[in-house]
């Protein structure tokens, strides 16, 4: 579809370039607004801070939809606004909404009256409401369920849309109206309060699933069971189903989740609500985040650490990401930083300064040569297909299970993965 | 969880241990000589420390740098009491009267386990909800907290200790376990179990834990740990191991009086510690404990 209208973005972080593309691709003309500087000529070039599949491959094919302005005027033409500026979070994953206030405030002084704005920053229960107070019946929240690593493509192709309103009876803006009904999914209108707590409980409920998971495959371990073997038969079972988060891994990372998770505990305690369970998913997501630790630990492989060197492929928390918010690799790297480590990702970038004692390394191989042991802490596709023949290290800390076990225990390396 | 003073060991001027009558005070000699540091141990026949003067005797004895380990504490076998309770507690009022008389340059105490509820979760970390089960173990939560006080008090840094069941060659006490089931097993033949013997417990040797506590020392670390070393077994696998290495010993059960209860430790912070600490086996452990007891 095309439209003359152009729909606004404000704040281009992760959410921001990922949803103004989506838009984009959808036949809209986009107008996507950062005013730091020297980003909206990056971004113009094709040059994007983050890394997503297909991300590249929309901005060749739609990116003439699409402009990038430092200039927040720029913005007044627009008749639909979306707020998409990521709220950062501190070490112990509480938001900071100071940015996100100020990025508000400046577009709401630029937008026209008739302007509708649509904030998709991760708001807690409460925001909305308060700041309706200030803008009126044109604001709504429009829940945002970007996956990392598969953000392109679930932007472009939503489940559904849930939409915070004022008043959910009321009908949408016809811009904004046009605007859901090009993405071909359900539209659920809701009312603030429960938009915002939706957003909450899709992630509680993928926490669960994740620490369940993570519980049982540990228990897989212990009596000699193969959680590959059982996780088929849990994905036909209707009431669990083939999307549900059923591999085992080294607990919850990325941010957005344990956000999630302070967030509902503090609402938790400020109305008496019942929220143990949260304390116990945090517990076990440490808990599991030091699997590689102990196994190293135990084993004995971290006796020497003048004479031992460790290779790690993978720094990004997740697969198909640049990101290392709460990498389960980069708590292992600060746990022995007296070790000497040799690290690969196809994404990720750490800073070196922070961590001396780790050498970066342009392939997987050449960070696994004359290591001790290696240890896959991210699965990326790209180190299935490594050379196992090529690994000379005597140890091999697999926790996803992306090489080939079997394979690695005929060349006489001792192997060990998550769930068996 | 510990934060470490020194990310790579400094010996201490001197460590004094109090509790030189103990299970663990001479290992902790030992190995601290064999280190070169200089050791003063305290026993009750030096310093009481029950006594209405003990606290400025002891102060007398302590130096601003040593650095002070307390592994004193009159143990379950000498009384499960109230009057044993109040003991004990006027130990540690006597040690925390030292402590603010003489600022020592650290401190660690030896707690216990048995702080911890091990009722909602069988995996125990250094976060677990302490709540002790009998009065050895409330006295020990209350030790920490009156220790915790006056070092905060007097700006001396804390590490606490906390060991599972010990065992190994000087043990003073008969606790059920690996040490009482070698000397039943070489004395009369047999060990006897508490029902099937089904309880996963950490046995840790006791040079590991002195190692342990040593560490601490050479890291100045305040905070907690858990001495839990290698993997909870049950009780009735620590007696067919040593069955098996003495050869005739009978393992029995018994009626079971109360409900099987498990504790497994989550090691991370050990390992986050002291990751190139490496603890005994329980099959070098057992078998030392029995050639020591052999007189071998």
């Known amino acids: 579809m095309s439209t003359n209208h152009s729909i606004g973005f404000a704040g281009l972080s992760h959410l921001g370039i990922i949803y103004s593309m989506a838009t984009a691709v959808r036949g809209f003309s986009v107008l996507a607004f950062d005013e730091r500087e020297g980003l909206a000529t990056?971004?113009?070039a094709g040059r994007f801070p983050v890394s997503e599949p297909g991300l590249d491959e929309a901005f060749r094919a739609h990116g003439k939809r699409l402009q990038y302005t430092a200039d927040p005027k720029a913005l007044a033409q627009c008749g639909l606004i979306f707020i998409t500026l990521d709220v950062a979070t501190d070490a112990s994953n509480n938001s900071d909404l100071t940015a996100l206030e100020n990025l508000i405030d400046r577009v709401a002084s630029i937008a026209g009256a008739d302007t509708t704005i649509a904030i998709m920053s991760q708001v807690p229960p409460g925001f909305c409401r308060k700041l309706a107070g200030k803008l009126g019946s044109r604001l709504y929240y429009q829940v945002e369920t970007l996956v990392f690593g598969n953000a392109v493509e679930r932007a472009i192709n939503p489940e559904r849309y849930m939409v915070g309103c004022g008043d959910p009876a009321e009908p949408f803006p016809a811009l904004y109206q046009t605007f859901l009904q090009a993405f071909g999914c359900p539209v659920l209108p809701m009312r603030f309060e429960s938009a915002e707590l939706c957003k909450i409980a899709i992630n509680c409920f993928l926490v669960s699933s994740v620490t369940t998971t993570n519980m049982l495959a540990e228990i897989c371990e212990?009596?000699?069971?193969?959680?590959?073997?059982?996780?088929?038969?849990?994905?036909?079972?209707?009431?669990?189903?083939?999307?549900?988060?059923?591999?085992?891994?080294?607990?919850?990372a990325g941010g957005n989740l344990e956000r999630d998770l302070v967030t509902i505990q503090r609402i938790a305690g400020q109305f008496g609500s019942d929220a143990g369970v949260v304390t116990a998913w945090q517990r076990n997501s440490v808990y599991r985040?030091?699997?590689?630790?102990?196994?190293?630990?135990?084993?004995?492989?971290?006796?020497?650490?003048?004479?031992?060197?460790?290779?790690?492929?993978?720094?990004?928390?997740?697969?198909?990401?640049?990101?290392?918010?709460?990498?389960?690799?980069?708590?292992?790297?600060?746990?022995?930083?007296?070790?000497?480590?040799?690290?690969?990702?196809p994404a990720a970038i750490i800073p070196t300064a922070d961590f001396p004692r780790v050498r970066v390394?342009?392939?997987?191989?050449?960070?696994?040569?004359g290591a001790d042991v290696l240890i896959v802490m991210t699965p990326w596709k790209e180190f299935a297909s490594v050379p196992l023949d090529g690994l000379t290290t005597p140890h091999v800390l697999d926790p996803y299970g992306v090489l080939?076990?079997?394979r690695c225990r005929e060349l006489g390396l001792q192997y060990a993965r998550l769930g068996a | 969880m510990l934060v470490h003073k020194h990310s790579t060991p400094l010996k201490p001027a001197r460590v004094v241990i109090l509790g030189a009558g103990g299970f663990l005070s001479p290992e902790l000699t030992r190995l601290l000589a064999a280190d070169g540091v200089p050791t003063r141990a305290i026993g009750s026949r030096e310093i009481d420390l029950t006594a209405a003067d003990a606290g400025e005797r002891l102060a007398a004895e302590l130096r601003p740098d040593d650095a002070v380990i307390m592994a004193a504490a009159l143990t379950p076998d000498k009384g499960r009491d109230i009057a044993t309770l109040m003991k004990n507690l006027r130990m540690a009022e006597s040690v925390c009267a030292a402590i603010g008389r003489s600022k020592p340059a650290h401190f660690?105490?030896?707690?216990?386990?048995?702080?911890?509820?091990?009722?909602?979760?069988s995996l125990l970390t250094e976060e677990s909800t302490c709540e002790p089960a009998d009065l050895y173990c409330l006295m020990h939560i209350a030790r920490e907290r009156m220790l915790e006080q006056s070092c905060r008090a007097a700006a001396v840094p804390l590490g606490i200790v906390r060991p599972c069941a010990i065992y190994g060659?000087?043990?003073?006490?008969?606790?059920?376990?690996?040490?009482?089931?070698?000397?039943?097993?070489?004395?009369?033949?047999?060990?006897?179990?508490?029902?099937?013997?089904e309880e996963c417990r950490h046995h840790v040797h006791v040079t590991d834990a002195a190692k342990i506590s040593i560490l601490c020392l050479l890291h100045g670390s305040t905070g907690v740990i858990n001495a839990a070393t290698g993997e909870a077994v049950?009780?009735?696998?620590?007696?067919?191991?040593?069955?098996?290495?003495?050869?005739?010993?009978?393992?029995?059960?018994?009626?079971?009086?109360?409900?099987?209860?498990h504790r497994h430790f989550d090691s991370s912070a050990l390992a986050l510690a002291f990751p190139s600490f490496r603890a005994t086996s329980l099959d070098d452990g057992l078998a030392q404990a029995i050639e020591r007891s052999q007189g071998l």
């Open chain 1, 404 to 406: 080939d076990g079997n």
């Open chain 2, 108 to 121: 660690v105490y030896i707690s216990s386990d048995g702080v911890y509820d091990a009722r909602f979760s």
């Open chain 2, 169 to 197: 060659p000087g043990d003073t006490h008969n606790s059920y376990g690996p040490n009482r089931f070698v000397r039943t097993a070489l004395k009369d033949g047999k060990i006897t179990l508490f029902g099937g013997g």
């Open chain 1, 361 to 369: 390394c342009s392939s997987a191989l050449e960070a696994a040569r």
């Open chain 1, 42 to 44: 990056e971004l113009t």
């Open chain 2, 234 to 261: 049950s009780f009735r696998e620590v007696a067919e191991k040593i069955a098996a290495v003495i050869g005739n010993v009978a393992v029995e059960k018994t009626p079971r009086a109360n409900p099987v209860t």
């Open chain 1, 289 to 345: 985040r030091d699997w590689v630790l102990r196994r190293l630990f135990e084993v004995g492989l971290l006796e020497r650490p003048a004479e031992s060197t460790l290779a790690v492929w993978g720094l990004a928390y997740k697969q198909d990401t640049h990101s290392i918010k709460n990498s389960p690799s980069l708590a292992l790297l600060r746990s022995l930083f007296d070790y000497r480590w040799q690290a690969y990702d």
């Open chain 1, 222 to 252: 212990g009596i000699g069971a193969d959680w590959s073997e059982l996780a088929p038969a849990l994905r036909l079972d209707r009431r669990i189903g083939p999307y549900a988060y059923l591999s085992p891994g080294l607990g919850i």
